[in-house]
């Protein structure tokens, strides 16, 4: 029964080219909905509508690198006029297209990373109308009118954020992938403390909605997932800037003029 489920699905979700892609592909039968299922049937139609439009500059004369530039057809283009860091953007999408290739594709804004594309790792998140959002899961069209952060414009020209700069200070990030989007979402949360927005933490385990506890910030940041396991000094980081508290640093650069056995980092147990 599924099964039957699965097919009606995929007959009424793929075009007829994309059938034919998938054919050319050797992808059928229990394949195809394995792959399907793994990509999303709207993930696989933005590669099928790339390819099927390189195939018709091909086919009108052009060379490869030409058609691999050639701006993608649009299907159901849609006129979106936001504003992205305080400057008005006009851009015409498919309606299909997220924020985040919109930011990344569109307006080379590249700040904002592509972890999952699956609203599951947050690396995508950025500032929309005050509110955090994963840009990957958010359809440009819906952006129309709205006021869009990026990490690229949290700095004030030469001058860094209070977040950016603590997130530096506590050695906040190794490969810095997550980066981005764990900065915008912590100044979101900035923002949604001193609003007094609640958060699961503060609605069953009591609390302050305004003063948050390490808790309540390890909660409002679990969105954001780190594979590289920077997850006390983000708090330290997020802690710093909402309490205005200044957190003693936990390790001290390396002098070799140290006496020997003094030369290696020193844990700070005030923290
Ligand atoms: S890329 Fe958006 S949540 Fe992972
Ligand atoms: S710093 Fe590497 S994923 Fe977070």
Not at 2 to 7: A, I, L, M
Not at 19 to 44: C, H, K, P, Y
Not at 195 to 211: H, L, M
Not at 223 to 246: Q, W
């Amino acid at each position: 029964m599924p099964d039957q489920f699965e097919d009606l699905r995929e007959a009424e979700e793929l075009s007829e080219d994309e059938e034919r892609l998938l054919d050319e592909l050797g992808i059928t039968g229990e394949s195809r909905r394995r792959f399907l299922g793994q990509v999303g049937v709207a993930g696989f139609s933005i590669f099928a509508m790339q390819v099927i439009a390189q195939r018709q500059a091909l086919a009108a004369g052009g060379t490869y690198s030409e058609a691999a530039a050639d701006p993608i057809s649009l299907e159901n283009a849609v006129k979106v006029v936001f504003k992205v860091n305080g400057e008005k953007k006009t851009v015409e999408v498919d309606s299909r297209m997220t924020l985040l290739d919109t930011l990344r594709e569109k307006l080379d804004l590249t700040g904002s990373k592509k972890g999952c594309d699956h609203g599951q790792c947050g690396a995508c998140t950025v500032i929309a109308d005050g509110q955090r959002v994963l840009s990957c899961l958010t359809l440009a069209a819906t952006c129309e009118g709205k006021e869009v952060t990026t990490i690229e414009g949290l700095a004030k020209g030469e001058e860094l954020h209070p977040m950016q700069s603590a997130f530096i200070k506590y050695d906040a990030f190794q490969c810095g992938y997550c980066t981005p989007g764990q900065i915008c979402s912590a100044v979101a949360l900035i923002d949604e403390a001193a609003r007094g927005d609640a958060s699961y933490v503060t609605a069953v385990e009591g609390g302050s909605n305004t003063k948050l506890s390490d808790d309540d910030i390890r909660e409002r940041m679990s969105g954001n997932i780190c594979r590289c396991g920077a997850y006390p000094n983000i708090l330290k980081a997020v802690k710093e800037v909402h309490k205005g508290e200044e957190t003693a640093a936990t390790w001290k650069f390396h002098r070799p003029d140290e006496k020997a056995g003094a030369d290696k980092e020193v844990a700070d147990e005030t923290v």
